[in-house]
């Protein structure tokens, strides 16, 4: 069972992070507060989030300095990035969220529906990879057993068991994800569009390598699943 996912609220306004958690509160997810840059970086030490939704003008480290940190960390720099601003901006305000690596910038007052959305594909987005790292992780232990010699009676219909099981799990986890990326073929969000294509083209490594597990492949030459 895929634990709920962690959302990282960035203001310095506690009014506005319980605006936030109001709006987000339907997704029924877990949300991570913070009321300053180096507060949200201190709980990206030790927590994994879907999304990050980052007040742009902060006291102190603001958030594009805050964005310019997150983006430097090995552990943190693929998480995405909603700004969000009070501020009126012109085109090279925008630009510059977007070059300290955010996925979308959104203008205060905000459609509390558009957000909510917005924050919900990568909800889902970062569920699918959940899953495909559990199958991922089966799957190189079935790797493991194998290279370890061929398995006999209990233990080749405990194989076989397990391999049924995979391929049933990560089949649902392909049905999930092409429908997501039907949902987000016209959408207006790239950042999204291409995580989507990725995430499908890591299910294809996974399957072809779960299908080098079946009867009649050579056990000496497995395909490995793909790494993240």
């Given at each position: 069972?895929?634990?709920?996912?962690k959302?990282?609220?960035?203001d310095d306004?506690?009014?506005?992070?319980?605006?936030?958690?109001?709006?987000?509160?339907?997704?029924?997810?877990?949300?991570?507060?913070?009321s300053?840059?180096?507060?949200?970086?201190?709980?990206l030490l030790?927590?994994d989030?879907?999304?990050i939704?980052?007040?742009v003008?902060?006291?102190?480290?603001?958030?594009?300095?805050?964005?310019?940190?997150?983006?430097?960390?090995?552990?943190t720099r693929?998480?995405p990035?909603?700004?969000?601003?009070?501020?009126?901006h012109?085109?090279?305000h925008?630009?510059?969220?977007?070059?300290?690596?955010?996925?979308?910038?959104?203008?205060?007052?905000?459609?509390p529906?558009?957000?909510?959305?917005?924050?919900s594909?990568?909800v889902?987005?970062?569920?699918k990879?959940?899953?495909?790292?559990?199958q991922?992780?089966?799957?190189?232990?079935?790797?493991?057993?194998?290279?370890?010699?061929?398995?006999s009676g209990?233990?080749?219909?405990?194989?076989a068991g397990?391999?049924a099981e995979l391929?049933?799990?990560?089949?649902a986890v392909?049905?999930?994800a092409?429908?997501?990326?039907?949902?987000?073929?016209?959408s207006?969000?790239?950042?999204?569009?291409?995580?989507?294509a990725?995430l499908?083209?890591?299910?294809?490594?996974?399957?072809r390598?779960?299908d080098?597990?079946?009867?009649?492949?050579?056990?000496?030459?497995?395909?490995?699943?793909?790494?993240?």
């Amino acid at each position: 069972m895929v634990q709920k996912a962690k959302i990282l609220l960035v203001d310095d306004r506690p009014e506005n992070l319980l605006a936030l958690e109001a709006i987000l509160s339907a997704l029924d997810q877990t949300l991570v507060r913070a009321s300053s840059g180096e507060e949200a970086l201190k709980a990206l030490l030790t927590d994994d989030f879907a999304v990050i939704l980052l007040d742009v003008q902060m006291p102190g480290m603001d958030g594009f300095e805050t964005a310019a940190h997150i983006k430097r960390r090995e552990r943190t720099r693929d998480i995405p990035i909603i700004f969000l601003t009070a501020i009126n901006h012109g085109p090279h305000h925008t630009f510059r969220g977007y070059a300290a690596g955010a996925v979308d910038y959104i203008s205060k007052p905000f459609d509390p529906w558009v957000l909510r959305a917005k924050v919900s594909v990568f909800v889902e987005l970062y569920m699918k990879n959940c899953q495909l790292r559990e199958q991922a992780a089966l799957l190189r232990l079935q790797l493991e057993r194998n290279g370890q010699g061929a398995p006999s009676g209990d233990q080749e219909s405990a194989s076989a068991g397990l391999l049924a099981e995979l391929s049933a799990r990560l089949a649902a986890v392909e049905e999930q994800a092409e429908a997501l990326t039907k949902q987000l073929h016209d959408s207006a969000d790239a950042a999204a569009v291409a995580t989507a294509a990725h995430l499908e083209r890591k299910l294809t490594g996974l399957r072809r390598a779960l299908d080098a597990l079946e009867p009649g492949t050579d056990p000496d030459h497995p395909a490995l699943p793909p790494r993240n």
